[in-house]
């Protein structure tokens, strides 16, 4: 299996960025379960996207969007001292929506096999 530079660059900043989430920030708005879905890298490396799956309410995930965009600063300064890069790229934090629609799609067909096994 061959991957290119970015793919290689996009695993290393996935595992360092979510390390930092969980184990360096200490804002309070930041809590509950956290992950890092994916990361897709620009090809000149400058520019990151970052998709975040959290568990809660909506509330809940604006809160901690807003503590990420906020603490950005310190997320790429870390980034920089864990991972070698001529440049940091700069960090664009998206919410994931994926997980929760897989979960709310299997609910539904859970729901239609159990209403064609009752009839």
Same mark, same amino acid.
């Given at each position: 299996?061959?991957? =290119?530079?970015? @793919?290689?660059? =996009? &695993?290393?900043?996935?595992?360092? &960025? =979510? !390390?930092?989430? *969980?184990? !360096? +920030?200490?804002d309070? #708005?930041?809590? /509950? %379960?956290?992950?890092?879905?994916?990361v !897709? &890298?620009?090809? @000149?490396?400058r520019? $990151?996207?970052?998709? %975040?799956s959290?568990? /809660?309410?909506?509330?809940?995930?604006?809160?901690v969007?807003? $503590?990420l965009h906020? $603490?950005e600063?310190?997320? #790429?300064?870390? +980034?920089?001292?864990?991972?070698r890069l001529?440049? &940091?790229?700069?960090? *664009?934090?998206? %919410? @994931?929506?994926?997980?929760?629609?897989?979960?709310?799609i299997?609910?539904l +067909?859970? @729901?239609? *096999? *159990? =209403?064609r096994? !009752?009839?």
């Open positions: 299996m061959d991957f =290119s530079r970015t @793919d290689r660059v =996009s &695993v290393e900043i996935q595992k360092a &960025v =979510s !390390e930092i989430i *969980n184990n !360096e +920030l200490k309070p #708005r930041i809590q /509950g %379960l956290i992950s890092i879905t994916k !897709e &890298v620009s090809k @000149d490396l520019h $990151a996207k970052i998709f %975040l959290i568990y /809660g309410d909506e509330t809940t995930k604006q809160n969007l807003e $503590a906020h $603490a600063g310190f997320i #790429r300064k870390e +980034l920089a001292n864990r991972v001529k440049f &940091v790229p700069v960090l *664009n934090f998206k %919410l @994931d929506e994926s997980i929760e629609y897989s979960i709310h299997s609910k +067909l859970k @729901d239609i *096999n *159990n =209403s096994n !009752e009839d």
